[in-house]
């Protein structure tokens, strides 16, 4: 027999994923696959299940009858969806400098963005910065995309206005000490 199917596969972690074996040759056929992923299964000609973890894969496929077996490499590459890691919450000062990088993990390379900033402030790359001109508290929509998906969290940013001093509303002068007689 001689392999027919692809050489090459892609799934995407945590979804389902199928493949299935092809030859020529004389039938019956048996068919045989080594070195799968975490996550998925051979039956019959099929590789199939969710894999769990993305990565480069060797497989080897095998294809029996009764002339012999044909052994062929399948590369099974699992990319990740993006997931945003960095934290949902972040504060400025109104009037002070402000910096905040988004963070995700997945399979890059991996595509950033950040909308709905209050004045002051831009994104570029994988940071929102500037100078916040206006306070109050903005939800930042950011989002994180790849070739298996995209990600969208919403971010709470809080501008304060500027610290000021302290400022004393009330004096009371220290009481007298008390002196025992004794």
Same mark, same amino acid.
């Given at each position: ?13 945590? *979804? ?57 490499? =399948? ?20 009037? *002070? ?36 001109? /206006? ?5 930042? /929509? ?11 969290? =919403? ?28």
């Amino acid at each position: 027999p001689v392999i027919t199917s692809p050489l090459t596969a892609s799934g995407i972690a945590g *979804q389902g994923f199928s493949y299935t074996m092809t030859a020529s040759g004389t039938a019956p056929i048996t068919f045989g696959a080594s070195g799968l992923p975490a996550g998925l299964a051979f039956s019959g000609a099929t590789i199939s299940g969710t894999p769990a973890a993305a990565g480069t894969n060797s497989v080897t496929l095998t294809a029996t009858n009764v002339a012999g077996t044909d052994t062929r490499t =399948l590369v099974l590459t699992v990319t990740a969806k993006p997931a945003i890691t960095s934290p949902l919450t972040a504060s400025g000062i109104l009037g *002070q400098v402000f910096a905040y990088t988004i963070t995700a993990s997945g399979t890059a390379p991996i595509t950033l963005g950040a909308s709905g900033l209050p004045a002051g402030l831009t994104f570029s790359g994988a940071t929102i910065s500037g100078t916040p001109l /206006t306070a109050g508290t903005s939800n930042v /929509t950011l989002t994180a995309t790849n070739g298996a998906g995209s990600d969208t969290k =919403l971010l709470a940013l809080t501008i304060s206005a500027a610290n000021s001093p302290p400022l004393v509303s009330s004096f009371s002068p220290p009481s007298p000490a008390v002196v025992a007689a004794g």
